[in-house]
């Protein structure tokens, strides 16, 4: 209840940035029925944001720099990755900046286009998807990049350093195909 009524002091105020932090902090990640209808109102009646195609330029340079870097890291052999701790915590730290950065360029393009924002990074990548600017193939080997992100950031279990290892080389290649299928998309648009 306490939370309706933020929210509409907040839509009274017309500070959807506001309200846009009251959400990703007042609601469960995972509530996404809750999270699109919240967003939905917030909306309503208002201008949708548009694409700044600028700043998600800035972001997509961001990631081609952050993909590249992990690049140069990759070792030879899970021996040497295993071994150069070094080189394997830069690698796991590159991997959440990756992910992280496609999903704020997915949320900003979703944001534009879409009526809601999604509720998780696994969610921007099928947003992107049902907006036709990703294929389903593209989308879902993405999405699956948020589970490793989120197990490298929040270390719900030990890391299994041979998964992360074996993981590098598909998503350097989805992530490169991602830059050129979004910056295809800016040209378009």
Not at 34 to 44: E, G, H, M
């Amino acid at each position: 209840m306490k939370g309706k009524y933020c929210l509409k002091a907040l839509l009274e105020c017309g500070k959807i940035g506001n309200l846009m932090r009251f959400v990703i902090i007042g609601i469960p990640q995972n509530s996404g029925r809750i999270w699109k209808n919240v967003l939905r109102v917030a909306w309503k009646g208002r201008d949708m944001p548009s694409l700044d195609k600028e700043l998600l330029s800035q972001k997509l340079m961001e990631l081609s720099k952050y993909i590249e870097e992990l690049d140069s890291l990759r070792a030879r052999s899970f021996a040497e990755y295993k071994k150069d701790y070094v080189k394997r915590h830069a690698s796991e730290k590159l991997i959440e900046l990756i992910v992280e950065f496609a999903t704020d360029a997915n949320r900003h393009i979703v944001a534009a286009l879409a009526e809601s924002s999604p509720p998780t990074y696994f969610d921007t990548f099928s947003e992107m998807n049902k907006l036709k600017i990703l294929s389903k193939d593209l989308s879902l080997r993405l999405a699956s990049t948020t589970g490793l992100r989120n197990r490298l950031v929040h270390r719900y279990e030990e890391i299994d350093h041979k998964v992360v290892y074996h993981s590098i080389a598909p998503l350097l290649e989805n992530y490169r195909r991602y830059l050129v299928v979004v910056y295809d998309y800016l040209k378009k648009n």
